[in-house]
């Protein structure tokens, strides 16, 4: 699996190795730019020196929003998405040992038990949580029975719609313009 997201050799690298790293980019994935936010999980290894659940679950969280404000900032909410982050790696921990990997692995979950999962993760609502498992089935290799149905739209082979389906630059302006083109026409809609 070699993911290109970012336009970053080294944070695309880091998501295409690290399961808590692409869960915590698809986290960090709202209200900033997607190469920012899968950029982050890079920027949050380099300054705390590591990147696991149970470290970012126990930092201080004054430390951790410190790391996240730094610039350049992980996030343009360094602070909520700090304790997001905080809130999601403590839910791993808990519930899956820390491996953000057994959220789709742990006792062979078909698509529908996998988008469950994600959806009672602190952070990712009905949305995120398609978009991701879609990532999860599209680009990183899992096999889950029915994963393109509980993805919904996101599975559909060929969209445009949202990172799962970023390969290239080319693919990511695609994407940016379907963006573009689905919130014109919401705002349209509300007159």
């Not at 990147?51 to 602070?79: I, M, N, Q, S």
């Not at 991701?132 to 889950?144: E, P």
């Amino acid at each position: 699996m070699a993911l290109h997201i970012t336009g970053d050799g080294a944070a695309d690298d880091l998501l295409s190795t690290d399961p808590l790293a692409l869960l915590i980019g698809m986290l960090l994935d709202q209200q900033v730019a997607m190469e920012t936010a899968f950029a982050g999980p890079l920027k949050i290894r380099e300054r705390l020196g590591g990147l696991d659940a149970r470290t970012l679950a126990e930092t201080d969280p004054e430390r951790l929003t410190e790391v996240f404000r730094t610039p350049p900032a992980v996030h343009r909410y360094p602070g909520s998405m700090a304790g997001r982050t905080q809130a999601l790696c403590a839910h791993l921990l808990e519930h899956y040992g820390g491996d953000a990997a057994a959220l789709w692995t742990s006792g062979d979950p078909d698509g529908a038990e996998v988008l469950r999962r994600l959806k009672a993760l602190p952070g990712f609502g009905d949305q995120k949580a398609r978009i991701f498992l879609a990532l999860l089935g599209k680009q990183c290799g899992l096999t889950a029975e029915g994963w393109r149905e509980a993805a919904g739209a996101y599975g559909e082979e060929g969209s445009r719609r949202s990172v799962a389906d970023i390969v290239d630059p080319g693919s990511l302006q695609e994407v940016r313009e379907n963006k573009r083109a689905a919130k014109a026409a919401a705002k349209a809609e509300k007159g």
